[in-house]
């Protein structure tokens, strides 16, 4: 199995900040990532695929990077709609999702 | 526009097997490329993929699971059925079915609201 880190668990930031979230895979899963976003109570939803891919109707502050093992989502100018808690998910040998990111203000 | 819904009793005892339907429309299991599966949730915590069923009836499961888990699809009605057999409190949780985004990538573009699924006794 592919196992997914993130870092950090908690990030606290404010309206305006640029912010950035990594996950690590325990090996190469080339560009094979996505990211979702998930508020409380709701279902997640995709923002980037193919590691840097903005999913349609995904505003353009975010912004993903990386391959290999490495990856990056950055939040270019946080908005206050953009306080949830953040996946990545592996997509190159079946699938599986990192922790979560919770960004706090 | 892709909609899909997720329905199941809301407890299950220990033991007994959980049968989850996920009714879709804005597209069809019909059409090649096409596919559903189901991610889970329990509360607090990272989601776990669990399950997908393509076009052509192909069927992927997670290893960890897949002795348990059985994915199926009426395309007569929309739906896409799983089962989960062996149900334990550990298996606790939120279950959402979603739209596979690309044919034969696990990513998923569109997600049902999920529907919650407790073990208990």
């Known amino acids: 199995d592919i196992q997914m880190t993130q870092s950090p668990s908690t990030l606290s930031a404010s309206v305006g900040d640029r912010v950035s979230i990594t996950c690590r895979a325990s090996q190469s899963i080339s560009n094979w990532l996505a990211w979702y976003q998930q508020k409380p109570g709701k279902a997640p939803r995709l923002l980037i695929y193919?590691?840097?891919t903005l999913e349609s109707g995904v505003p353009s502050r975010f912004s993903g990077s990386g391959s290999g093992t490495e990856f990056t989502l950055t939040i270019s100018s946080l908005q206050p709609d953009d306080y949830a808690t953040y996946y990545c998910?592996?997509?190159?040998?079946?699938?599986?999702f990192g922790p979560g990111t919770k960004m706090d203000i | 526009q892709i909609t899909l819904k997720e329905s199941g009793p809301a407890v299950v005892e220990p033991t007994q097997t959980l049968t989850l339907t996920c009714t879709f429309s804005?597209?069809?299991?019909?059409?090649?490329?096409?596919?559903v599966g189901w991610i889970r949730q329990p509360p607090g915590k990272a989601l776990e993929w669990l399950a997908l069923i393509y076009w052509d009836d192909d069927k992927r499961y997670s290893p960890s699971l897949k002795s348990r888990l059985t994915i199926t699809k009426d395309t007569s009605k929309n739906q896409v059925v799983l089962t989960m057999t062996n149900m334990d409190p550990v298996d606790t949780g939120t279950y959402y079915c979603?739209?596979?985004?690309?044919?034969?990538?696990?990513?998923?573009?569109?997600w049902g609201k999920g529907t919650t699924v407790t073990v208990s006794s």
């Open positions: 804005g597209f069809s299991l019909n059409t090649r490329g096409a596919g």
């Open positions: 193919k590691a840097s």
């Open positions: 998910q592996q997509y190159n040998t079946y699938s599986s």
């Open positions: 979603a739209h596979q985004a690309q044919m034969g990538y696990y990513y998923m573009d569109v």
